[in-house]
Every structure is written in structure tokens, then in C-alpha cells.
């Protein structure tokens, strides 16, 4: 929803409305990219100056032209190596594995969640027991889950499953118990069996709380992603920046941290997108 | 009053805190009966216990003792023949207005054509044509409650329970809805319980009204209202009108609390 106090003037009169909207719209992208544009024109002028090593701190211009051989690669680049174009066969592999572990995630964590939020009796069975393995920390699970699934891709797919499941679990039960009262009693007086209320009502009115779930938890599969493939695994943005670090190569780790953090933005717009007819009428959803 | 359409016999209610242990009686045998197509409202100070009968009559809670009858059949749990319109707005969320009217005949399992009639009818009668398509968060708090209205309606109930439907609305909109109520009533009458603690509203609205005493709640007085139908808002100035508030007043002022005078603090005591 737009906020009327920070949108921009509207354009003249007889501005037709395709018009308006793009103004809007490049005004919006326009102050979005001042801060970084800023810390990048910063930054250029630190490194040039002799302010920051380069070895440690290489120049943007630098990190650009890494970016743009990982990505496109470069055959006449002196130094052509196993990075040069690599960057869609990193993400394609990575992408696979965060969206096989949130899957699975998804798959037992929405419905355990609507399980929970339903049967005080279930919960207070199993709850105690998740709720002791929760604060684990992700890293400990490394050593265990390489014993039990192998130096790899499966170790990290699990890990991501882990990573992604509580959030999603947690936001799910809590989306199902704090539906208002009034608006079950509103649905027994319009003659809702008992059977239909779960459909009827407590599913629509969680799916705020269970989106909520699935962003949290797609951020901390992007998170369980990197520390599982930086374990040893052949290919992934992980593994890549790895790599690089083996090989001294800054420019290269930070080109892989952002294109994660690029990554992980659109991933988590896709899941907005989707979700975002059926709750649009949610006041507060974030978008 | 021919038949009686509701018929609360005797009615307590006691509230068992599960934790702490704590009865609370909310309600000590209170009676009272609701004629067909008669509005009566239930007035008192608030935590008598008068939205506590409400929610009995409606089925969201059981009796403690006493028997509560709609139709000459004993109320076992919430059904479409009472329909409940709420203080607070309790309309979905999710479902579009036309959406939230048709929610009761839909899953009741009537047929498209027929709700799709009938959802015509009550938006026209509420008078929210054009805003079938509106979510509830775009309407205004008497259109909201309009809706409440027309999707309880559509489900014929025998009785309306009203709970303080216009409490949380701003003072003109809420006059306009009282008016608005009573010729929707002088069109096509329903049976309507009435819960509110404003005086004017009780009396502007009622056929028969009931006052009730201070928790535990039980019936304290019963009054038939013999202003004239259709009944202008002007009558709220008449002789009749004020002669009725002083003495429902007088009643209820008895029951509520005496609040402490306020100290006086002396000029530069701070």
C-alpha cells in the first residue's frame, strides 16, 4: 500500500496514468539505489586514494569486473580460469538444494503447524521436544548431519530442511491459535459444522502468519545453504566463495555474497508475489 | 404477542475460572420472553451480565440452570436461526463483501442461483450495492455493520441477537443506524433482542425493554415502550420519551458503583 505522505508530487495535470505510475515508480527505485550508489562512490574513491589495500578491499570497479566474468565469462581474459562463466552452474545447483530443502520444510512444517494450532493434546506431546532442539544452533547440526548423510549434497539439504522447518512450524501454530474467537463463533452462528470450520476459517485467517513462516524460513534456508556448501561440496555459491577464499581472491567472495544476497531477495519476492492475492486483505502484511 | 419466539426461563450463569479456581455468577435467574416480530431491548450497567444471556441465547454458552427456548425448542448450541450480530466487527476478513453474505446460505449447501438471488435482495435492502466487491477493511464502520446485518439475515433467522452492534460507531453514525434499523423493521418485521447500555438507544428502538441489576445480573424492571411506529427521531424530545428515560434511568444509576468525588487539590499543592 502506498504511504500518501512519502509519495512523490504528482506530475501535471493531464499526466495520463501509465505515466504517473511509472514516475512513481522510477522515483521509488531512484531513492532506493541512492544509499548504495553512495557507498559505492565512497568506496571507489577510498581505494583509489590508497585508503583501503586492495588485497583485502579491491576497488568496485574491480568487484564489477569479477561479476561480470563469473557471470557472462570472458574467453580473452589473461586470467581465464574454472571461475570464468561458472556463475549459472553455482546457482542452478544451489538453487536446487535450498528449494528441495524448503520444500520439504513446507511440506512438515505448515502441517504440523495447522496440527499444533488445532490439538493442544498433540502439541504438548511433541512441542517440549522441538522446542529443546530449536535453539541448536545450525552449525552444531554440521558435524551429525555430515556422519549421517555424507560430506555433500545431502548433509545440506538437510541442514536447509532444518533451517527453514522451525521458523515455518512456530509461525504456522501460532497463525492457527490466535485466530479471534469472535470470527469462529461468527462462522457456528452461520451454521459451520465443526468439520468445516478448519477450512472455512482457520486456515484463511492464518495464511498471514503461516506467509510470515515461509519468508522467515526461505531466509534461513539461503543461510543453511553457505554453511553446508562450504563444507566440501563440488558446486554452489558456497562452495564457490570457498574456493575463492582458498585462493585469495576477495573480489571473487564478495561477488558470490552478493549475488546470495541477490538471490535470496528475489526468491523471498517470488513467495510475496504468490501469496499476494490471497492476503492481500491482511492490514498487517509486509510487503 | 402470540407466539413467543424466545423464551429465557430462570436463567443463571456461573463462570468456573480453570486456573485460579474463581466462581463468578454472572447472571441469577433471570427470565424473559421475546414475542414474534417484537423488539426488546436488555439494559444495564456494564458486567451485569446482560451480553452473558446473549451468548446463551445464541448457544456460544451453556446455562448453569434455567432453560432457554426459541421456538419452543431448547437452544443445544449456535445455529443460522439465531443470528448474532457483534459489537466488534467479527465479518471475515478474506471473503468479499458478497462473500461474507452468502457465507451462511452457501455452506448450508443452498444453490448458486438461489444465494445469488437472495444476496441481491439483502445488498439492496442494506443498501451496499456496488460494494459486493469491496473487502471489509475498505468499508466504514456502519457499512461494516450493515454487512453483519444483511448476512445473518439472509439466513431467516427466528431471532436477531443484537450485542451493542452500534457501540464502537461514532454518535451520527450511530443515530443513523438506530433509524436505519427501524425502518428495515417497518418494512419487513424481525424478532430482535437488543443488547445496550444506552438508554436513548433502548428506548428509541424498543417495543419492551428490561433492566437489569448489577452482577449477578437478574431482571430488575420490565417496561413496554407505547411510542408510536414509525417512530421519528424527534420523538427523542417528546414528554413520553423523557418521562420514560428519567424513570429507566433513576433504575439503572441505583446499580452502578458510586464513583468517589474527585479530590480537590489545592492551588500550588504540586
Redesign the interface.
Known amino acids: 500500500m502506498q504511504v500518501a505522505s512519502t509519495a512523490p508530487p504528482d506530475p501535471p495535470l493531464g499526466a495520463p496514468l501509465e505515466g504517473r505510475a511509472a514516475l512513481r515508480w522510477v522515483g521509488r527505485l531512484a531513492r532506493a539505489l541512492a544509499a548504495p550508489a553512495l557507498i559505492v562512490v565512497l568506496w571507489q574513491l577510498a581505494v583509489s586514494a590508497g585508503y583501503l589495500p586492495p588485497r583485502l578491499m579491491p576497488s568496485p570497479a574491480k568487484v564489477a569486473a569479477t561479476a561480470y566474468d563469473f557471470i557472462l565469462g570472458n574467453p580473452n581474459s589473461p586470467a581465464a580460469y574454472a571461475f570464468s562463466g561458472s556463475f549459472f552452474k553455482h546457482a542452478w545447483a544451489s538453487l536446487v538444494r535450498v528449494l528441495t530443502g524448503f520444500l520439504i520444510a513446507v511440506g512438515a512444517g505448515v502441517p504440523l503447524g495447522l496440527a499444533f494450532g488445532v490439538s493442544r493434546t498433540l502439541e504438548r506431546f511433541v512441542d517440549p521436544v522441538l522446542q529443546v532442539v530449536r535453539p541448536i544452533p545450525i552449525t552444531a547440526w554440521l558435524p551429525l548431519s555430515i556422519m549421517w548423510f555424507g560430506l555433500g549434497q545431502r548433509a545440506t539439504v538437510f541442514m536447509i530442511f532444518l533451517g527453514a522447518f522451525f521458523p515455518i512450524l512456530i509461525n504456522t501454530t501460532v497463525g492457527v491459535k490466535v485466530v479471534?474467537r469472535?470470527?469462529i463463533?461468527?462462522?457456528?452462528?452461520?451454521?459451520?459444522r465443526p468439520r468445516?470450520l478448519f477450512y472455512?476459517?482457520l486456515l484463511?485467517?492464518s495464511?498471514p502468519s503461516i506467509l510470515a513462516g515461509l519468508r522467515i524460513g526461505l531466509g534461513f534456508a539461503w543461510v543453511c545453504l553457505v554453511v553446508g556448501e562450504m563444507t566440501g561440496v563440488g558446486t554452489g555459491l558456497g562452495s564457490a566463495i570457498a574456493d575463492a577464499r582458498e585462493l585469495f581472491r576477495v573480489d571473487l567472495i564478495m561477488v558470490g555474497m552478493l549475488l546470495i544476497g541477490l538471490i535470496g531477495y528475489l526468491s523471498d519476492r517470488v513467495v510475496v508475489h504468490a501469496f499476494r492475492r490471497?492476503?492481500?486483505?491482511?492490514?498487517n502484511l509486509f510487503r | 404477542m402470540a407466539t413467543l419466539k424466545v423464551e429465557v426461563r430462570n436463567l443463571s450463569k456461573v463462570f468456573l475460572e480453570p486456573v485460579s479456581g474463581t466462581r463468578t455468577e454472572a447472571l441469577r435467574g433471570v427470565s424473559l420472553t421475546l414475542g414474534a416480530n417484537e423488539i426488546v431491548c436488555l439494559l444495564g450497567p456494564s458486567g451485569c451480565g446482560k451480553s452473558t444471556v446473549l451468548r446463551v441465547v445464541?448457544?456460544?454458552e451453556g446455562p448453569t440452570a434455567g432453560t432457554v427456548l426459541v421456538d419452543g425448542r431448547p437452544v443445544t448450541?449456535?445455529?443460522?436461526d439465531?443470528?448474532?450480530v457483534?459489537q466488534?466487527q467479527?465479518?471475515?476478513?478474506?471473503l468479499s463483501i458478497y462473500q461474507n453474505i452468502v457465507?451462511?446460505p452457501k455452506?448450508?449447501g443452498v444453490q448458486r442461483e438461489e444465494y445469488d438471488r437472495l444476496a441481491r435482495q439483502y445488498i439492496e435492502i442494506v443498501g451496499l450495492r456496488g460494494f459486493e466487491s469491496h473487502?471489509?477493511?475498505e468499508l466504514s464502520g456502519g457499512m461494516k455493520q450493515r454487512v453483519a446485518i444483511a448476512?445473518?439475515l439472509i439466513?431467516s433467522p427466528a431471532v436477531l441477537l443484537m450485542d451493542e452492534p452500534f457501540g464502537s460507531l461514532d454518535a451520527q453514525t450511530r443515530t443513523a443506524m438506530q433509524e436505519w434499523l427501524l425502518d428495515l423493521c417497518q418494512a419487513s418485521p424481525w424478532t430482535i433482542l437488543f443488547i445496550t447500555h444506552d438508554v436513548d438507544e433502548a428506548i428509541f428502538l424498543a417495543d419492551r425493554l428490561y433492566v437489569m441489576t448489577a452482577r449477578p445480573g437478574r431482571i430488575k424492571m420490565e417496561r413496554v415502550i407505547r411510542l408510536p411506529r414509525p417512530r421519528p427521531l424527534d420523538v427523542l424530545t417528546t414528554p413520553e420519551f423523557m418521562e420514560l428515560k428519567r424513570e429507566v434511568l433513576e433504575s439503572i444509576r441505583s446499580e452502578a458503583p458510586a464513583l468517589a468525588a474527585p479530590a480537590t487539590v489545592e492551588p500550588g499543592a504540586r
Open positions: 479471534d469472535r470470527l463463533e461468527a462462522a457456528q452462528m452461520l451454521g459451520t468445516q472455512r476459517v484463511p485467517a495464511l490471497t492476503v492481500r486483505w491482511s492490514p | 445464541a448457544g456460544f448450541g449456535p445455529g443460522p439465531r443470528g448474532v457483534f466488534e467479527a465479518l471475515f476478513p478474506w457465507y451462511g455452506i448450508r473487502y471489509p477493511h448476512r445473518v439466513n
